[in-house]
T-cell receptor, first 115, second 113 residues
Framework: GAGVSQSPSNKVTEKGKDVELRCDPI?????LYWYRQRLGQGLEFLIY????????KSGLPSDRFSAERTGESVSTLTIQRTQQEDSAVYLC?????????????FGPGTRLTVT | AQSVTQLDSQVPVFEEAPVELRCNYS??????LFWYVQYPNQGLQLLLK??????LVKGINGFEAEFNKSQTSFHLRKPSVHISDTAEYFC???????????FGIGTKLQVIP
């Protein structure tokens, strides 16, 4: 079956512009995560959606970052007034309850470059 | 709250030598533990997971990990590494009853020919 997909795969934007990143999770997966991976660094948790519950936004670095998800479908991550430090690969992952594992399936990521 | 510590940011090792990548976690309740691997220019994929039962877990590509509750560790091991094992390895934890997964910062394994 289809895996997690993300678009665009690459995005170059000028400082100060807004960008929108998209994630299509695996069908039937109730949980969706966004992470940021800066060059040479580990995974930084951004936000977590679980079904219709209120999202866990504790990882969003500033109020320039926001994310939405409608039900158990597509999610968009929006970064307003981009800064150079926002340059990173943004990863999306989804998971469903298999027993109690919540194994995550990752998308290929969106590489964002802010010039 | 749950957290993960990967003590080694980089681990160089010669080909065919054994390797251990360390992972320690903190959680006040029962845990589920994962190791993910990210090969160069690729996405993350699950290497192995501990849910319950036997504390020794075997994964893909000859890797295994041992859950040690008393030491709150989940170290990853391979008895003989190959060049193709060069990648970044991430340890992750999910606490029972809490659905969010927390990742460590990753360990870069570099296999030297």
């Amino acid at each position: 079956g289809a895996g997690v997909s993300q678009s665009p795969s690459n995005k170059v934007t000028e400082k100060g512009k807004d960008v929108e990143l998209r994630c299509d999770p695996i069908s039937g997966h109730t949980a969706l995560y966004w992470y940021r991976q800066r060059l040479g660094q580990g995974l930084e948790f951004l936000i977590y959606f679980q079904g219709n519950s209120a999202p866990d936004k504790s990882g969003l670095p500033s109020d320039r970052f926001s994310a939405e998800r409608t039900g158990e479908s597509v999610s968009t991550l929006t970064i307003q007034r981009t800064q150079q430090e926002d340059s990173a690969v943004y990863l999306c992952a989804s998971s469903k309850r298999e027993g109690s594992s919540y194994e995550q399936y990752f998308g290929p990521g969106t590489r964002l470059t802010v010039t | 709250a749950q957290s993960v510590t990967q003590l080694d940011s980089q681990v160089p090792v010669f080909e065919e030598a054994p390797v251990e990548l360390r992972c320690n976690y903190s959680s006040s309740v029962s845990v589920y533990l994962f190791w993910y691997v990210q090969y160069p220019n690729q996405g993350l994929q699950l290497l192995l997971k501990y849910l319950s039962g036997s504390t020794l877990v075997k994964g893909i590509n000859g890797f295994e990990a041992e859950f040690n509750k008393s030491q709150t560790s989940f170290h990853l091991r391979k008895p003989s590494v190959h060049i193709s094992d060069t990648a970044e390895y991430f340890c992750a934890v999910r606490s029972g009853g809490y659905q969010k997964v927390t990742f460590g910062i990753g360990t870069k394994l570099q296999v030297i020919p």
